[in-house]
């Protein structure tokens, strides 16, 4: 393999979803099921702890909260 071609394997090639993405996709799939508590720890948090800076996934963290009544929480975040 390449160099160029490692490089774009490692760094994500637009083909394949980094990690963070697929937890944020579960994430997703799972708060329009309505299972929030499955939604948040797993998935979405992951998703964060891996991409913080990410506003999308920040909301469908808060999306998860309030789902979970979790309001003062979801506020904070």
Do not use: C, W
Not at 39 to 57: F, I, K, M, S, V
């Amino acid at each position: 393999m390449k160099q160029e071609e490692t490089y774009g394997v490692v760094q994500g090639n637009g083909q394949e979803p980094s990690e963070a993405r697929r937890h944020y996709s579960r994430g997703i799939a799972l708060l329009k099921l309505g299972r929030f508590e499955e939604a948040l720890p797993p998935e979405l948090e992951r998703a964060l702890e891996l991409d913080p800076g990410n506003e999308r996934y920040r909301l469908a963290k808060v999306a998860a909260l309030i789902g979970l009544e979790r309001f003062e929480d979801a506020r904070m975040s």
